[in-house]
């Protein structure tokens, strides 16, 4: 197990500001949470990187942003109207609800008593109903997943960029499930943001991709941080694919509770764009499950010889939440510094860094060392790094410790020496190894720019 417990990583959070359960002041509402000041700016640097290595730093994918209210046909011909769902189970003693496939030696978690209902299917799916009229018949879901907007939009992108396979459609934003039972922190929750590729191949070639993805998104959660031997690959049995796969990968990573997902890759065949498809008998489609008269398009694109085919699908997605988890499981460190003294210092990669550097005065309130540290502060941003943060704290000990906690690499120290001697020189200190340079001010852009371009 690793040496991260989650009462830690749930006591920093909520200390200095990461992550905050939802609506505290009236109790909470259960697997929903809130990212503060600073859990913020980790998540989006987590989107960031994500966004980079899939839309940026490639030539065959494009962005998508889709709504989050969804038509209730999208939903229905998806499946996910009749099989997005778990097995529950009541206790018929404390009343309790669970998953019936969390349930151990028979035994209700709650009170252990073993008398239970049998198992039956909870639709996941949050249902709303959409306009003024609360009828019944006017109703659409909140998206259980990202992906379903990649699929009905595939014929606009296709059209609007000319593509050709390979070629994928990335999309971040929020998702929802109506979980039994969640818990483990921000790991199993009610809404929470996926990052989702579709990835678009000829038929026959989606085993090759499959692996390829496998191996690159092993590769990309190494360069957030995460050590390969934390990580796992669990193959899903035939007999627990998801409706629309024909074959999975899990990356698992070793929660502070236990090795568990962190992403998945599946091969979703042509059965997505194949059931959102009008006239399907013409498409050769391998797998589909309705038949669609509702539908005005053929999802399809033509191959390099010219037929119209409907393309397979390898799909890496990964939950945001469950990344933020495993960096900051990751990272978080306790030193003993010898003499009685330890620190906490979270190690994160510096991309991901909420803060990436802290203008410290030497003096609390003294005016020109302050007007200095806005001066560099300014001068800093002009980078386009990221945060940096001006403290006015005057204790330069306590800043260093609160800026080793939340991650920040670099704090930048303005003392008398700054403003007195020619040329102006500040203290930089790294928070891994806690040494401290002495560096020009002139000389700061350059230094912080080769430090954090990489
Ligand atoms: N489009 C495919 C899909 O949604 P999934 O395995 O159900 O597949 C993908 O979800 C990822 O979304 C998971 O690997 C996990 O990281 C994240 N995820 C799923 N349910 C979640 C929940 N209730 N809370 C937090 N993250 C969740």
Not at 186 to 208: C, N
């Amino acid at each position: 197990m690793p040496a991260t417990s989650m009462d830690q990583l749930v006591s920093l959070c909520k200390r200095r500001g990461f992550i905050f359960q939802n609506a505290d002041i009236y109790g909470g509402l259960q697997g929903v949470y809130d990212y503060g000041p600073l859990g913020v700016e980790l998540k989006n640097n987590l989107k960031a990187a994500w966004w980079r290595s899939m839309v940026y730093e490639r030539d065959d994918i494009e962005g998508l942003d889709a709504a989050i209210l969804t038509n209730q046909k999208v939903l229905h011909y998806s499946g996910h109207e009749d099989t997005f769902s778990d097995p529950m189970t009541d206790c018929r003693k404390c009343k309790g609800r669970f998953r019936a496939d969390h349930i151990k030696d028979g035994k209700c978690p709650n009170c252990g008593s073993t008398d239970l209902t049998e198992p039956r299917p909870f639709n996941l799916m949050f249902k709303t109903n959409i306009g003024p009229v609360d009828d019944g018949s006017s109703f659409g879901y909140l998206r259980p997943e990202t992906a379903q907007a990649i699929f009905t939009q595939f014929k606009n992108v296709v059209d609007s960029t000319s593509r050709k396979l390979p070629f994928g459609i990335a999309q971040i934003g929020k998702s929802f499930r109506n979980e039994i039972t969640p818990r483990n922190f921000i790991f199993r929750v009610r809404e929470f943001e996926q990052a989702e590729l579709e990835y678009f191949v000829m038929p026959g070639e989606d085993e090759k991709w499959h692996e390829i993805w496998k191996e690159a998104r092993i590769k990309w959660w190494e360069e957030q941080g995460l050590k390969r031997e934390h990580m796992n690959i669990y193959t899903t049995p035939k007999d627990d694919l998801a409706h629309y796969a024909k074959a999975c990968y899990d990356i698992e990573y070793q929660f502070p509770h236990g090795m568990e997902e962190l992403e998945g890759i599946a091969n979703r065949t042509d059965y997505d764009l194949g059931n959102h498809t009008k006239a399907q008998e013409e498409m050769n489609l391998t797998s589909h499950c309705h038949k669609n008269p509702d539908s005005t398009q053929k999802l399809c694109i033509m191959s390099d010889d010219n037929k119209w085919v409907v393309p397979f699908v390898i799909e890496p997605s990964m939950g945001v939440d469950r990344g933020v988890l495993a960096v900051m499981t990751e990272a978080y460190t306790e030193e003993d510094l010898g003499g009685g003294n330890s620190r906490v210092v979270l190690k994160l990669k510096k991309h991901l860094a909420p803060i990436k550097v802290a203008v410290i005065p030497l003096k609390k309130n003294n005016e020109q060392i302050m007007a200095k540290c806005h001066e560099i502060k300014q001068n800093l941003l002009k980078l386009g790094i990221g945060r940096v943060a001006l403290e006015n704290t005057g204790n330069i000990g306590k800043a260093y410790r609160r800026h080793d906690e939340v991650g920040t690499p670099l704090c930048i120290t303005v003392d008398f020496e700054t403003i007195e001697n020619q040329p102006e020189s500040v203290t930089v200190r790294d928070r891994d190894t806690m040494e401290q340079t002495r560096v020009n001010v002139a000389d700061l852009p350059n230094y912080l720019r080769n430090y954090f371009v990489e």
